[in-house]
């Protein structure tokens, strides 16, 4: 017998079962834990999703180019995640920050505060857990009248004078639509002809602060909706959508584009009306395809944000995460059909890990009235900006949004 195992097999068993013990409580401990892990419900209901197919290639239309690094960076520090804009006949242009604060640009850049959206707090803009409190505006319209209105992710539709600051809440999150509170208001457009204020609901389960979670379950629970200020008659006129984010009339009012942000696509609701072109009162598709709406754009590039209108009658399309080609596929591509897999991860992975994954790329793309991609503008290093949420020319210049970045970038058109 080997030495070694006769002095083993000479040590009593009593002092070798101390060693079995902490080797099975390490074991029991493992065990334990991922018992309750499994056991630990996750905050999302997933359902599997499979996108039509692999991202386009950057070609054609799509070729990565550098024209978002030709511009500069404005109010680096002071504008923190200046989402939309709207600009009145006077060049001042307006914006909502992650802050919750309405701010005006005056043509020669200055700076001016309007009102703060929910409470003013030393503590907005530190934390998106102060969001609800201290508010979030996205998107921003002037109306026929000159009042600026809000849609604020937390707190509702509002009509703001931008002189005084005064605010007027046109419908409460809590109040919502058909017996559903809003959650997450987001995306707003007006009609010029009628004056009617469309707006977005991207989910009535997540709000804002939770916009990894939407964006990992991919529900169905977002809404396109009318306000009639008129009569102060809210319809819901599309549900069942993938996060509805942003939304842009045609300049002649015939048709409305949605952006399903989490699916990456774009809708089409071409709309007849016995009062206007886009009527939410009697409002129906054509041909027999009624009470339904049409996908323009499928497997995008990346996923959309707000769209506007351009000046020469495009649309432009800001792109808040491109989903590019590379040996692997896409992260939220890979998890999209395994629903098992992202409820796992939501529940061990805090959500501020998922940025590291993003890639830094600023990119918009342009479409014709049809939907088809014409041209594109990139920043493939992020030199001057990245995830962008809006893209509005005005005044000779192009103003880039984002949800969350310390400075607003500005592009000049002709680059």
């Known amino acids: 017998m080997p030495s070694d195992a006769l002095f083993i097999s000479r040590v009593p068993q009593y002092k070798r079962l101390p060693v079995m013990w902490r080797g099975r409580s390490v074991c029991v401990v493992i065990l334990a834990l991922a018992v309750g892990l499994y056991l630990l419900p996750s905050p999302i209901d997933p359902k599997p999703h499979v996108l039509p197919g692999p991202p386009p290639a950057l070609e054609g239309p799509l070729a990565a180019n550098t024209r978002l690094q030709k511009g500069h960076r404005l109010f680096e520090g002071k504008l923190h995640g200046p989402e939309s804009f709207d600009a009145d006949k006077e060049g001042n242009v307006y914006t909502g920050t992650v802050d919750g604060k309405l701010w005006r ?6 700076l001016t505060f309007i009102t703060q959206m929910g409470r003013d707090l030393p503590e907005c803009g530190s934390g998106t857990h102060f969001e609800p409190v201290c508010g979030r505006p996205h998107g921003v319209r002037l109306d026929r009248h000159g009042n600026l209105i809000v849609v604020d992710a937390y707190l509702g539709l509002y009509s703001v004078d931008p002189r005084s600051g005064r605010k007027m809440l046109l419908v409460a999150n809590s109040q919502g639509a058909d017996g559903v509170p809003f959650a997450f208001l987001n995306g707003l457009e007006i009609s010029s002809q009628t004056g009617i204020i469309y707006f977005t609901d991207s989910s009535s389960r997540w709000g804002r602060r939770h916009v990894k979670l939407e964006v990992m379950e991919l529900n169905r629970l977002g809404r396109l909706l009318s306000y009639e200020p008129e009569t102060g008659r809210v319809s819901v006129l599309l549900d069942s959508l993938y996060m509805a984010n942003g939304l842009a009339l045609d300049p002649n009012g015939r048709f409305l584009l949605v952006a399903e942000t989490s699916v990456a696509r774009i809708l089409n609701c071409r709309c007849v009306c016995a009062r206007a072109p886009l009527c939410p009162l009697r409002y129906w598709l054509r041909g027999p395809k009624t009470g339904m709406a049409e996908t323009v754009l499928d497997n995008m590039i990346g996923y959309p944000d707000n769209i506007r209108v351009s000046r020469r009658g495009t649309f432009l399309v800001g792109i808040t995460t491109p989903r590019l080609r590379s040996f692997l596929p896409p992260f939220l591509d890979a998890l999209a059909p395994y629903p098992a897999v992202k409820r796992f991860l939501a529940k061990v992975v805090p959500l501020s890990w998922y940025e590291v994954l993003l890639p830094r790329y600023a990119l918009v793309l342009e479409l014709d009235a049809d939907g ?9 290093e992020g030199r001057l900006t990245w995830a962008i949420s809006d893209v509005f020319q ?11 970045l310390p400075f607003l970038p500005v592009v000049t058109l002709d680059s």
């Open 105 to 110: 640009i005056g043509p020669d850049d200055s």
């Open 394 to 404: 005005h005044g000779g210049r192009t103003f880039l949004g984002n949800t969350n």
């Open 372 to 380: 088809r991609p014409v041209g594109s503008m990139h920043d493939p």
